[in-house]
């Protein structure tokens, strides 16, 4: 990094990161290298904070399409996130990174509740603040909840680490012509409906001028060289 005062970026994470080569739950090892990554990362320059989906663990969308009431679903997959933020909090103080754990949703006995003014304070003391359960509102992914934080607390980008390298122009896994894009426009993500984030997530930072870069944060290595603008990924942004 250039610039003297450290930049602000909210990483956000898919909970299937975490499950590592399983299919479901928290893989120890894998969010051991994860804190590792995200070490590096803060140590390199930036002050971060996390967001961690919880779809290793249960999704609302899915309880509600076998039957259960969307918002009673919703609440289990955001205790989900929970989860997640804990064993990553976890990780991360056992490789010597301080770590506060904000909740949407507050459970004193655990972790702090969400208060901007004091995640801001964390962050600006070199800790790491992840924020648990979301919004704390059904009906949301954890999209929404990180373009929202990184809005809340003027980041200047907003990352997104998940298990493909970036947008493509058709699903790569289905159609092997799929182009992926270096760059797109947060209009051109909307309007094509390019799957990325939710689309009121994209708004969101359109509207706040946050970038959101999207890469496979499952290769190791790979946060640090797309912090460096060198990693695969999309970048969305206002001009392609
Ligand atoms: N969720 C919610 N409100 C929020 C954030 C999350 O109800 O503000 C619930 C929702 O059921 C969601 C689940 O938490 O499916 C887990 O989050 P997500 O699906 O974003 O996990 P990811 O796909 O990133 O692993």
Redesign the pocket.
Known sequence: MTSASPKRILLKL???VLMGPGHYGIDPDTVHRLALEVRAAQESGFELCLVI????IF???AGAAKGMDRAQ??SI??L??VMNALAMQNALEQVGVDTRVQSAIPMSAICEPYIRRRAIRHLEKGRIVIFAA??G??Y??????SAVRAAELHCDALYKGTSVDGIYDADPKKVATAKRFDRVTYDQVLTQNLKVMDASAVALCRDNAIPIIVFNIREQGNLARVLRGKGVSTTVGSAA
């Open positions: 898919s909970g299937e989906g919880g779809g290793n999704r609302g969308m679903a919703d997959g955001m989900a996130t979301g919004l509102s059904p949301f992914t954890t999209d929404t909840p």
